[in-house]
């Protein structure tokens, strides 16, 4: 017997809780995807973020907008977005700043909230359907004094989802711990430019002229 035979015989033994748990699987494996994909495309390089902020720090600002125009990612937008603004001044001009840097990160956050949902909801789904498995089993203990070791069995088959949901919890605590991380970075690397921006602005109120 296959490995993929074992599965489909132990999901046909888990009951109806199955179902939900495999969705979950499912919608686990399709967020992590999509974040990744996500990410990959819409990251700007650590690299690009220390380039800009040394060439704001030597004042080099017609290097720092070419380098805000070839670079690419959120970092490189939210740059982009800012130097865009035009006639805003000292506290509302930082206020945009930081809000254009706060709905980049939210971006990034996305869906993640539903992946910890996951992470949550599986290990009970298990916990449910191995619960009402053995319900099952002691209701049909009457009927099976013949033979004990059928109830024995029969929670044994109870305990298959809570098995399924505590892996789907595992599985998805992993991909929830690496999107984290590489959430984390980005919110660093836009407010490391963000800050920048910010403290060129107060040195200089005529930067927007220059950059």
Not at 164 to 184: D, N, Q
Request: charged share 20%.
């Amino acid at each position: 017997m296959g490995i993929f035979s074992v599965a489909v015989d132990y999901f046909q033994r888990g009951g109806i809780w199955m179902w939900p748990l495999l969705l979950s699987s499912f919608a686990a494996v399709v967020i992590g995807v999509e974040r990744y994909l996500y990410y990959r495309a819409n990251f700007s390089s650590t690299a690009f973020v220390r380039r800009f902020c040394a060439l704001l720090c030597t004042r080099e600002f017609d290097e720092a907008r070419v380098c805000a125009e070839e670079g690419r990612g959120v970092a490189a937008k939210l740059v982009q977005d800012i130097l865009a603004v035009k006639g805003a001044r000292g506290k509302a001009r930082e206020a945009i700043v930081y809000a254009k840097a706060d709905r980049a990160i939210d971006g990034l956050e996305q869906h993640l909230d539903y992946l910890s949902v996951i992470i949550g909801l599986a290990p009970m789904l298990g916990l449910l359907g191995t619960i009402t498995g053995m319900i099952g089993s002691f209701n049909a203990l009457n009927e099976r004094l013949q033979n004990p070791l059928a109830v024995t069995a029969g929670i044994g088959e109870a305990l298959i989802t809570t098995v399924f949901g505590l892996s789907i919890a595992i599985f998805g605590m992993c991909i929830h711990a690496y999107l984290s991380a590489k959430v984390k970075t980005a919110s660093l690397d836009l407010y490391e430019v963000a800050e920048a921006l910010v403290s060129e602005w107060e040195e200089n109120e005529d930067l927007e002229k220059d950059i």
